[in-house]
């Protein structure tokens, strides 16, 4: 079963925005940090944002300024709101819980990836 669920991929010109989100289907009954990445072809995968459950968040240097991480804990959801997109932007971001590459300061064993949701920028 896929765990985490992404949403709000697509395709926009260069200067637009989207907005992703991922949701937690799991009950585990806590929470714990949630973050982002992205692999475009040919290319290593690239952390992009993660946030804890304190609400403090890291960012990439690439990304900082124009991407912004933010959880709804109720909807056990994380979102991931893009502006200012360019075709460096282009890639499929990936929903994960509980990882530390990603800059979850640490993890607490609920580790999961979604599916991912491909954005492509032109």
């Known amino acids: 079963d896929v765990q985490l669920v992404e949403s709000g991929g697509g395709s926009v010109h260069t200067g637009g925005s989207l907005r992703l989100s991922c949701v937690d289907r799991?009950?585990?009954?806590?929470?714990?940090?949630m973050g982002w990445f992205r692999q475009a072809p040919g290319k290593d995968r690239e952390a992009v944002a993660a946030?804890?459950?304190?609400?403090?968040?890291s960012y990439a240097e690439s990304v900082k300024g124009r991407f912004t991480i933010s959880r709804d804990d109720a909807r056990n959801t994380v979102y991931l709101q893009m502006i200012n997109l360019s075709p460096e932007d282009t890639a499929l971001y990936t929903c994960?819980?509980?990882?530390?590459?990603?800059?979850?300061?640490?993890?607490?064993?609920?580790?999961?990836w979604g599916q991912g949701t491909q954005v492509t920028v032109s």
């Open positions: 994960v819980s509980d990882t530390v590459w990603v800059g979850c300061r640490r993890s607490v064993g609920v580790a999961a």
């Open positions: 799991r009950n585990i009954g806590r929470h714990y940090c």
């Open positions: 946030i804890e459950t304190d609400g403090s968040a």
